[in-house]
């Protein structure tokens, strides 16, 4: 067991590091100029050049990648993820103010999706060539080729602009002070961003537990159980579900990457103040700082869902912890 987490910890170690000497890395790459991005064309246009190299001086954009980065890594080292250019503040404060909205959208999509998309797979497995099976199958595909901005738009357009149903966007209501917010507001303004990511992660985890289902209702063992005179509902029951449970895991564990991408998505049409329209606009600006902390908050949660899966394996399989402690 001490063997098994202090592997993961090296791991989780060379991960940060891969991940922020890669961000730095493209940053550098880029042809945005953090000063004409900040200060904007007009303002960049009439600046005297002793001006610029004083902004590119004091942002960072005249130090050699290499230097940057070491300067970057040994104050993370000490807590210190420095400061975010556009929001000129502390990298630290700007992802922990906008952590808790990302991480209620993704928390809350993630959960419905993979409940949902269990319980469809299932139940269209059941019913495999039958109208319920054709209307899930259909529902997916549909699904899975749809961009998440579009629907985003789509459900934008018909629940607040034409129904009235949702406040346009924004995660509070507008004009309102932080004090006066109470938790049925944010809920309110929660709901679109939330149903649009939950409805694209659907589409995965049904047809891929529906498979798993058709695959345990053909083998000899189930065929064995129906011969003892077992109700389809007790198939299901008995041999399918602890059987699907595991891949089904397995595959929304590892969702977490595909629904922190499609949060960033989200997150700009529904103009919802998390972490993915911050990485956008630090992206767009230069904000090298900003952009390796989210990320490195990105990468640390896809890490923690993968973790999570591997120890749910041990819980949901005993074979799984004998081959962990061999290894």
Not at 167 to 188: E, Q, R, W, Y
Not at 238 to 253: S, Y
Not at 260 to 289: C, H, I, M, R, W
Not at 315 to 326: F, H, I, N
Request: charged residues 15%; neutral net charge; aromatic residues 10%.
């Amino acid at each position: 067991m001490n063997r098994y987490f202090v592997r993961h910890i090296l791991r989780f170690v060379l991960l940060m590091l891969a991940v922020g000497l890669v961000v730095f890395a493209l940053v550098s790459a880029s042809p945005i100029d953090p000063v004409q991005a900040n200060v904007g064309q007009a303002a960049y246009v009439n600046m005297s050049d002793a001006k610029r190299a004083q902004l590119a001086s004091y942002w960072g954009g005249d130090v050699p990648f290499w230097e940057r980065f070491a300067n970057w890594a040994g104050a993370l080292l000490h807590g210190d993820m420095g400061a975010s250019l556009r929001f000129n503040a502390p990298v630290s404060e700007v992802i922990a103010h906008r952590a808790a909205n990302s991480l209620a959208l993704m928390g809350i999509a993630w959960a419905i999706s993979g409940v949902l998309g269990f319980a469809l797979g299932v139940v269209a497995g059941a019913r495999r060539g039958g109208a319920v099976d054709r209307v899930v199958r259909g529902y997916c595909f549909l699904l899975a080729s749809t961009p998440t901005f579009w629907l985003g738009l789509i459900i934008l357009m018909v629940f607040a602009v034409q129904l009235g149903w949702f406040p346009i966007g924004f995660s509070v209501p507008i004009g309102m002070s932080a004090a006066d917010v109470t938790l049925a507001d944010a809920a309110h303004h929660l709901v679109l961003p939330a149903l649009t990511l939950s409805v694209t992660g659907v589409a995965n985890i049904a047809l891929h537990t529906r498979e798993k289902v058709v695959d345990v209702l053909e083998s000899d063992y189930v065929r064995f159980a129906r011969a003892r005179g077992e109700s389809d509902l007790g198939v299901v029951l008995h041999h399918c579900l602890r059987n699907v449970a595991l891949p089904a895991v397995t595959l929304q564990c590892a969702f977490i990457s595909e629904i922190f991408g499609g949060s960033v998505l989200v997150e700009q049409v529904f103009s919802y103040p998390g972490l993915g329209q911050a990485a956008v606009t630090a992206g767009l600006g230069g904000d090298v700082a900003l952009l390796a902390g989210i990320a490195l908050v990105s990468a640390a949660l896809v890490f923690g869902g993968n973790l999570l899966a591997n120890i749910l394996y041990g819980v949901l399989d005993p074979r799984m912890r004998v081959s962990e402690g061999r290894a």
